[in-house]
């Protein structure tokens, strides 16, 4: 089998309402859907993050990737993804939508689903957390969330309509003694619930430190980078040893897994099917963190449904997956796949696909009515908070 073509579309979804976080505020999501077509007529379905960026790395990969045999993974990414490749230019983000076209393609030249190309299921279900994020007003003027009253309402909203039994709390866009409020507020409301905070490393360690010790006795599920770096997290770590630290920003590719290990730098890695280099690649870095003794959480950047499935079959393989992989899912509005957004079952979760390969396909119609859209509204990965000009920059906050 060969590759004959590689496509790609960007594509914008309008959100619920317009999310905030530590630096900035997001609109709507924007992804580029890709198309890898072989000579016998198979076409595997891949996504990654947008941006203009991401289009030119997939623009250089594309000859390197015509006549290549789709089965032969290894090959391939030492061609297009070389680890000096990843760290000196930032490949990573485009071979891994690619790849996962890769494997979409073998599972339905085989009829198996990925998952049982990376070591098989051992869930059939994986249980997501609520997103809970600040939010303004949408063009409706609805779903603001501006303060612990509006955070409760939203959390029970989401409880109500799609049982999830965890819930993450997205920090660092007010003062952290408000935040700190707001989160015991949800531990009563929630007692039997797991809580997770993240800050996106907004926090000095001093005030790290200090929203630790505060929530002491509030049964924190994990704390998500609260600060930026690895020796900072170390001395977070350090100075608030009853807290579990995970990370996606300080500890996000293969080559932080041994240091954040051996430098006792936090508990939960959490695994990204772009950032990690591909679901099988995902999966890899999921065993070796099972080598050296970690739990492992998955990360969530705002995915379509292509990215959602190749999450879900990540985590159907991941034996020591013991938390609930977050997914900003739950605020898309529509999605281009078939049948519109996956539907979440009792618990928060999503059933692992059954069908060949990654078990979606695209709605045509749905992604040339989101292409369009894409035109006006592409977005970057940093868009200014307009109520907090400024914080686009990457400086701890507090
Ligand atoms: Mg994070």
Known sequence: ??????????????????????????????????????????????????????????????????????????????????????????HVLGYAGLEFALLDIQGQALNRPVCDLIGGRVRNEVPFSAYLFYRYPNAKGEGEVSNAAQMMAFARELVRRYGFTTLKYKNGVLPPDEEIETFQALREEFPKHKIRLDPNAAWSVTTAVRVARKLHQDDVEYLEDPVWGMRAMKRVNAKAPWVTLASNMSVFAFDD????????????????????????????????????????????????????????????????????????????????????????????TLAVPRGPGLGVKLDRDKLARYAEMSRTQQMGSWIEDPKRPGAVTHQPKW
């Open 257 to 348: 897994l041994e240091p954040a290990a051996f430098a006792d730098i936090l508990d939960v890695p959490l695994l990204d099917v772009h950032w990690y280099g591909g679901i099988s690649r995902a999966r890899l870095a999921g065993q070796v963190c099972e080598t050296l003794g970690m739990d492992v959480g998955i990360h969530s950047g705002a995915e379509f449904g292509i990215s959602q499935a190749a999450t879900i079959h990540l985590a159907a393989a991941l034996p020591n997956l013991t938390v609930a992989p977050d997914s900003h899912y739950h605020h898309l509005t529509d999605d281009v796949i078939e049948g519109g957004k996956l539907p979440y079952g009792p618990g928060g």
């Open 1 to 90: 089998m060969k590759i004959v073509d590689v496509r790609w579309t960007p594509a914008f979804i309008p959100i619920e309402a317009p999310l905030r976080y530590a630096f900035g505020s997001h609109p709507g999501f924007s992804r580029i859907i890709i198309e890898v077509v072989t000579d016998e007529g198979i076409v595997g379905l891949g996504e990654c993050y947008g941006g203009a960026s991401r289009e030119g790395q997939l623009a250089e990969m594309r000859p390197l990737l015509l006549g290549e045999d789709p089965f032969e993974l290894e090959r391939i990414r030492w061609k297009l993804a070389a680890p000096t490749a990843l760290k000196l230019f930032g």
